[in-house]
Nanobody, 123 residues
Framework: VQLQASGGGLVQAGGSLRLSCAAS????????MGWFRQAPGKEREFVAA????????YYADSVKGRFTISRDNAENTVYLQMNSLKPEDTAVYYC?????????????????WGQGTQVTVSS
């Protein structure tokens, strides 16, 4: 599976962005998907994850209520809608695919990673 993330950019605090992650291959629906982020000088951290069907979603406490993960299996794409953005959301955002249906929060469980897209939130 090859993953291509897009949609990052520069936005003011309180604004919104929608990230997309397009996957190659015909087995996209066989994978759980996740979004992670890494800020300069910090470790990569979990943001959100979604099961293969979209029926189960998980969020980091820091983004709960502001971010929404979704997927369109017909389009082989997973999305991350980010609202009420804060300067502390500034990071490179990565999408990842995990074999199997169940979504998990550990980055070590994911098998494929996209190249990342920069999100910068100004105060």
């Amino acid at each position: 599976v090859q993953l291509q993330a897009s949609g990052g950019g520069l936005v003011q605090a309180g604004g919104s962005l929608r990230l997309s992650c397009a996957a190659s291959g015909r087995t996209f629906s066989s994978y759980a998907m996740g979004w992670f982020r890494q800020a300069p000088g910090k470790e990569r951290e979990f943001v959100a994850a979604i099961s293969w069907s979209g029926g189960s979603t998980y969020y980091a406490d820091s983004v709960k209520g502001r971010f929404t993960i979704s997927r369109d299996n017909a389009e082989n794409t997973v999305y991350l809608q980010m609202n009420s953005l804060k300067p502390e959301d500034t990071a490179v955002y990565y999408c990842a695919a995990k074999k199997g249906h169940r979504a998990v929060v550990s980055p070590w469980s994911y098998d494929y990673w996209g190249q990342g897209t920069q999100v910068t939130v100004s105060s």
